[in-house]
């Protein structure tokens, strides 16, 4: 296991970054940040004014 481990060494910057990268994602989804948005818009809901409830179905 120790010659393993001693094999990984030269990755360890790359889990290093892995790890960082996983823990700011996962930060992000409990305190609801948006990562990759770069504008104002809100966020999408599903009871909202473009719901499908006022689809063609309804219509007569």
Known sequence: ?????????????????????????????????RILSFDNQEQWTAGGSGSHSNGIMHHK
Do not use: S
């Open 1 to 33: 296991m120790k010659e393993f481990l001693k094999e990984l060494l030269p990755m360890k910057w790359y889990f290093v970054y892995v790890a960082a990268l996983l823990g700011w994602l996962a930060y992000a989804n409990l305190t609801g940040d």
